[in-house]
């Protein structure tokens, strides 16, 4: 089964200025101010995921692995590069946020409290059979990110290239609002 590789929070990567210049600079910083309404914050935990030939991230909602804190907690994904379709992009289903008896089941979970693994299905096809919504994604190019809230289902397509796809996960919320404490901090 495809898994995303990689760094993840390896703190000797996402600590490096150029790094968090892109991640925590001000344009991104400034958006989210904007966006919400007050002071923005991220979490200290950055994923930075290096996904080769074969990889790829199961069907999921954010919110399993990082609801402790405020819900209005944003996603944003980053590639480091161009990424072509073959090398395996975020990949979303459009609508699967209005999926009330998901969320209001699996979008309660919480992978450590309830000891799962955190993912939702490895069929796209039946998540579209059984609740609605339709799969979407495109190429990005260097300079691009992707925002969306913490009940949009989304993976990433295998990579089926010979390359690296290189991305970021960071998440923005409040300054004011309350943080899952499992990202913040040591």
């Known amino acids: 089964e495809?898994?995303?590789t990689g760094s993840m929070g390896n703190k000797a990567l996402t600590q490096l200025p150029a790094f968090k210049a892109v991640v925590e600079g001000a344009p991104v910083m400034d958006f989210f101010k904007r966006f919400l309404g007050g002071d923005a914050r991220t979490f200290d935990f950055k994923w930075l995921r290096t996904a080769g030939p074969g990889s790829g991230s199961p069907i999921h909602y954010d919110i399993v692995f990082m609801g402790r804190g405020t819900q209005e907690l944003y996603s944003c994904w980053t590639p480091f590069g161009d990424v072509s379709l073959d090398m395996g992009p975020i990949v979303f289903c459009i609508g699967s946020n209005r999926f009330e008896k998901v969320r209001a089941t699996y979008g309660k979970a919480d992978v450590d409290r309830d000891m799962i693994?955190?993912?939702f299905s490895d069929d796209p096809?039946?998540?579209?059979?059984?609740?609605g919504g339709h799969w979407a994604t495109t190429t990005f190019s260097a300079g691009d990110l992707i925002i969306f809230n913490m009940f949009l289902m989304h993976a990433s397509l295998v990579n089926t290239s010979d390359k690296i796809r290189i991305t970021a996960d960071t998440r923005y919320q409040l300054a004011s609002e309350p943080i899952d404490e499992r990202w913040v901090g040591e």
């Open 2 to 4: 495809p898994t995303s």
């Open 125 to 131: 096809l039946e998540i579209v059979e059984k609740f």
């Open 117 to 119: 693994e955190g993912h």
